[in-house]
């Protein structure tokens, strides 16, 4: 894939977000039962504070690449908030010294709510919003407006709330259909990456972002890549569509794992024992036959970091 873009930014995105209406105790430790690895989570026991336990494992995927990966598990999901917080805020400060600039990636469902320390005190006013910019690992192919587009959630529950400038919010067309909204951001993507505000991974060609923050669904599924759909197999395509989600709505549009896999960090963020399964199935011992989406989340150069509370890690 070129790393780089000569065309115009196409009319429909130079608008990209209209205004909407307003709408103390040491950590405990156990290792990963069997795991060839040995891995050891660390789970917060109590408090606010985290400490970060760095591992180099391999992901249980087919490629079976080497991954670096920080996992943290917590006692509970207002622990996990917390330390959410913190680590985008200091990924925040870090690239906005170093390249002027922070671009973000968000997903849908319960993440939104994960975000929330980000909007009290002390990082609404600490954080440099004025350096963030704002897109989506998927979206739902619905008007930023309906009750299923991850705009809209976003918006609520963060992006209203925060001083990031309008033009620095990357959402989809909704006017157009599922296949050419894909093409469109894209383009989009592609246009950034020419005048230097989305970056290029060295190792793969594709854009780097500086944070992924990526949800999992109970199925193990992440963005809009479901388990045993084709779409998990797409190794070109930056942007892509969906017109069968076997979870509705059934049009969206969503980063493929090559953008995914290239990003500097992502942030794995799973709460509730709804969750268990698939963390089992990628954090334990590797023993299930099928290989779930969540499984290929696996950074090229990047750091992968898992925010779980105990629930979700009850099956470790």
Same mark, same amino acid.
């Given at each position: &894939? ?37 891995? =050891? ?7 606010? =504070? ?13 490629? @079976? ?16 908030? &917390?330390?959410?917080?913190?680590? /985008? ?12 600039? !922070? ?5 849908? *469902? ?7 320390? #980000? ?52 959402? /989809? @067309? ?30 793969? *060609? !594709? ?33 892509? !569509? /969906? ?40 954090? *334990?011992? *590797? ?15 990047? &750091? #992968?970091?898992? !925010? #779980? ?8």
């Amino acid at each position: &894939m070129a790393s780089s873009f000569t065309g115009s930014l196409s009319a429909s995105l130079r608008t990209l977000s209209p205004r909407l209406p307003s709408p103390s105790q040491p950590p405990t430790s156990y290792t990963l039962p069997n795991h060839p690895n040995k891995r =050891r989570i660390y789970l917060i026991a109590a408090g606010n =504070r985290s400490t970060l336990f760095r591992s180099k494992t391999k992901a249980s995927t087919a490629a @079976n690449m080497a991954t670096a990966q920080n996992v943290q598990v917590f006692d509970s999901e207002e622990a996990l908030s &917390m330390s959410l917080a913190k680590y /985008i805020a200091d990924l925040s400060e870090k690239f906005a010294k170093q390249k002027d600039s !922070f671009t973000v990636v968000l997903s849908g *469902g319960s993440l939104i709510k994960s975000l929330r320390k #980000l909007v009290e005190a002390p990082y609404v006013d600490s954080v440099i919003w004025s350096k963030w910019h704002v897109f989506w690992a998927d979206e739902r192919v619905v008007p930023k407006n309906h009750p299923d587009s991850n705009y809209l959630l976003a918006y609520d529950g963060f992006l209203s709330k925060v001083p990031i400038p309008s033009g620095n919010v990357y959402a /989809i @067309n909704d006017a157009l259909s599922a296949e050419a909204a894909a093409d469109d951001y894209e383009t989009c993507v592609k246009h950034l990456v020419h005048n230097g505000i989305v970056s290029v991974s060295e190792v793969s *060609g !594709f854009p780097k972002f500086d944070l992924m923050l990526l949800g999992m669904g109970p199925d193990g599924h992440v963005a809009s890549l479901f388990p045993g759909h084709p779409l998990v197999q797409e190794k070109t395509k930056w942007a892509s !569509f /969906i017109k069968d989600s076997p979870k509705p709505p059934p049009e969206r549009i969503t980063f493929t794992f090559p953008v995914i896999n290239s990003s500097a960090n992502i942030a794995l963020v799973a709460a509730g024992a709804g969750k268990a399964d698939p963390v089992r199935a990628t954090l *334990g011992n *590797g023993e299930d036959s099928e290989v779930l989406p969540v499984q290929m989340v696996s950074p090229d150069e990047g &750091m #992968l970091t898992w !925010f #779980l509370d105990k629930d979700a890690a009850s099956k470790l």
